[in-house]
């Protein structure tokens, strides 16, 4: 059921064909798996992100920009950490693309340990929203394979009901709320009342309302 992540992917966007080299021969140099593409339109037309990682990409690029596939992106629900490479006087534009969502922006010229950092700390991110991501897959699976009676009870104790309650909001009996309890909690794969209501919170923040 939690088996591994699948490794980290870095997808290098950058119309200069010697920066964009250099990137990627750094990246492989250093174990990242890396890819590369010579303009947004190409990454868009090749690329579907399904894995972890990140996108380094060049704020300003001839007729997408860097901004313009940061929000085209966005449009699609990737949710990708993007690191934008700037040149300067391109501050200011960094610091858009801060306000809408960018992981980070280094200046060029840079230094090859700025990058990775930068990367490392992008893949981390990316890791942890794919493994929530997961979480919530999980535990819908979970409620999707309850009976209905058992979802009932599942939302009643996931509220903080003791069993008593419980039955006599259902009105059945006070033993039958245990079988539906321990059916439920050995099809969550939990011990208590707290993680299902996380497991259920996590599916749908209104979920206990």
Not at 154 to 178: F, M, Y
């Amino acid at each position: 059921m939690n088996a591994p992540l699948e490794p980290p992917l870095i997808h290098v966007v950058d119309d200069d064909a010697m920066l964009r080299r250099s990137i990627v021969f750094l990246l492989d140099s250093m174990g990242w798996e890396a890819r590369a593409y010579a303009s947004a339109e190409a990454f868009l037309a090749e690329s579907a992100p399904d894995r972890p990682g990140c996108l380094v990409l060049d704020i300003r690029m001839p007729t997408m920009s860097g901004l313009e596939l940061q929000q085209a992106l966005s449009q699609r629900g990737c949710e990708l950490p993007i690191i934008f490479i700037t040149g300067h006087g391109e501050v200011s534009l960094a610091v858009q693309a801060m306000k809408w969502g960018a992981c980070d922006f280094i200046e060029k010229p840079f230094r090859d340990q700025v990058l990775l950092d930068a990367v490392a700390q992008a893949v981390r991110k990316s890791q942890a929203q794919a493994s929530e991501g997961r979480r919530r897959d999980e535990a819908r699976q979970m409620l999707e394979g309850l009976s209905p009676r058992e979802r009932e009870v599942a939302r009643l104790l996931a509220r903080g009901l003791p069993n008593k309650l419980v039955a006599r909001e259902l009105d059945i009996s006070e033993k039958t709320v245990h079988v539906h309890r321990q059916h439920v909690m050995d099809k969550a794969g939990i011990r208590s009342a707290a993680e299902l209501a996380r497991l259920m919170l996590e599916i749908d923040p209104r979920a206990l309302d």
